[in-house]
Each structure stands twice: as structure tokens, then as C-alpha cells.
Nanobody, 122 residues
Framework: QLLLVESGGGLVQPGGSLRLSCAASGFSLAYYAIGWFRQAPGKEREAVSCISSSGGSTNYTDSVKGRFTMSRDNAKNTVTLQMNNLKPEDTAVYYC???????????????WGKGTLVTVSS
């Protein structure tokens, strides 16, 4: 069975940090570009960041630039999203997704995780 599993969500105060992980089971992430998406309560899902299959290219939505960093370790079959200086508006369920090929893109995702909840609140 081909799975993506997110972990690392939780409750954090504004200004705090969290590190999300996306682990693959049943297939190698090395051949897939990965994206992180999030969906806040009552809002549509939005793209957050993506990384090419080699890890050489990343992209971030404007609202997280300078605060979030995406990286990957293909040997460990995991992708991480380091989130610093978190704000209440970052509260959402965060999903990772995979698309075949090298290029960082938010389209054409074929595998999705079930998400991990991030709550930023004092």
C-alpha cells in the first residue's frame, strides 16, 4: 500500500516553531516532487511549499517566505517542513502530497497524506 504520513503537528504559541515530517511507505520519495498544503477551518486548501525530487529547488507561498523551510532526505524517505515564527493565521491542517517527476509544482499531485493539525494560539 502506498502511503504518505504526516507527523509533527500540535499546539504552539505565536512565535514558536514546529517541524512537520512527511514519510512515505510503499514507494520511494526520491522520484517525486513533494508539496505541502494546508487548509484552515472554513477556508479552501492552499499551497504552502514544494520541493523538487532532487531537493535542489524549493518554492514558498508569500505568507511563509522567510519563516518556513522545506527539505528532504531521500535516503530516509522523508520530507520535512520547518516552521518558525508561527502566527495564528498558520493554524490549519497540513498535508503533504507527491507528484511524479522532478519539478516543484502544486499541480498533478497523485498521493496525499491525511494531514496533521497545527494550532497556533496563546
Amino acid at each position: 500500500q502506498l502511503l504518505l504520513v504526516e507527523s509533527g503537528g500540535g499546539l504552539v504559541q505565536p512565535g514558536g516553531s514546529l517541524r512537520l515530517s512527511c514519510a512515505a511507505s510503499g514507494f520511494s520519495l526520491a522520484y517525486y516532487a513533494i508539496g505541502w498544503f494546508r487548509q484552515a477551518p472554513g477556508k479552501e486548501r492552499e499551497a504552502v511549499s514544494c520541493i523538487s525530487s532532487s531537493g535542489g529547488s524549493t518554492n514558498y507561498t508569500d505568507s511563509v517566505k522567510g519563516r518556513f523551510t522545506m527539505s528532504r532526505d531521500n535516503a530516509k524517505n522523508t520530507v520535512t517542513l520547518q516552521m518558525n515564527n508561527l502566527k495564528p493565521e498558520d493554524t490549519a491542517v497540513y498535508y503533504c502530497a507527491a507528484r511524479s517527476g522532478n519539478y516543484c509544482s502544486y499541480y498533478g499531485m497523485i498521493y496525499w497524506g491525511k494531514g496533521t493539525l497545527v494550532t497556533v494560539s496563546s
